[in-house]
């Protein structure tokens, strides 16, 4: 139980396009989704944290109308890169949490980002 | 500020060999630590944690103790298996909403 699924698993694309990422948490309703970025060697960054039916909380330096974030349903979270430069390619990495487990994060595989 | 500081990788052991892994933290108050380990295509997953000072989390043969005088949180197996070979992440929470991760650390266990 407790899978996170993330959608696509990896995604090239032109500069100045945008891409979205799907996070679903298959077997549990989540209220809260996070949102986390990795660079290469580089520990995972806390982007954003998303509750479901309300805006998203950004942590200090991400740009909100660079990264949009859409908790729309209990099992899905969207992310959206807004015309993304080569500075956006990074691995980005969702978790979602069960109600009532306050340290309990379910992690996706991650979707890794390429912009050329 | 609250961080993690772990060993960095990779790690390369042969079979049967004794894995330790350090993992020091830095935090404001009294965290939550926790080891993930994330096996090749997969997400993360929660290994071990341990809420206190003093408390000794372990799961798989893994076990890591919170230290508080000497703020660690020190990953160890007595024998690892090739099926080890994995990502290790080390992670405290202070709030259970931010997590903060170490680098990782890649293990490989060779026959």
């Known amino acids: 139980g407790a899978v996170v699924s993330q959608h696509p698993s990896w995604v090239i694309c032109k500069s100045g396009t945008s891409v979205k990422i799907e996070c679903r948490s298959l077997d549990f309703q989540a209220t809260t989704m996070f949102w986390y970025r990795q660079f290469p060697k580089q520990s995972l960054m806390l982007m954003a944290t998303s509750n479901e039916g309300s805006k998203a909380t950004y942590e200090q330096g991400v740009e909100k109308d660079k990264f949009l974030i859409n908790h729309a349903s209990l099992t899905l979270s969207t992310l959206t890169v807004t015309s993304a430069h080569p500075e956006d390619s990074s691995f980005y990495i969702c978790?979602?949490?069960?109600?009532?487990?306050?340290?309990?994060?379910?992690f996706g595989p991650g979707t890794r980002l390429l912009v050329l | 500020g609250d961080s993690v500081t772990q060993m960095e990788g990779p790690v390369t052991l042969s079979e049967e060999a004794f894995l330790t892994i350090n993992c020091t933290y830095t935090?404001?108050?009294?965290?939550?630590l926790f080891w993930y380990v994330q096996y090749p295509g997969e997400g993360l997953q929660l290994l071990l944690k341990a809420t206190k000072a003093d408390d000794k989390g372990s799961n798989k043969g893994f076990e890591a103790t919170y230290r508080k005088e000497t703020t660690s949180f020190h990953l160890e197996k007595g024998s690892v298996q090739v099926s080890d070979s994995a990502v290790y992440f080390c992670?405290?929470?202070?709030?259970?909403?931010?997590?903060?991760f170490g680098t990782g650390t890649s293990l490989t266990v060779i026959p």
């Open positions: 935090a404001t108050g009294y965290p939550s």
């Open positions: 978790s979602a949490r069960p109600p009532g487990l306050q340290e309990t994060q379910y």
């Open positions: 992670a405290l929470s202070l709030t259970g909403n931010q997590f903060y």
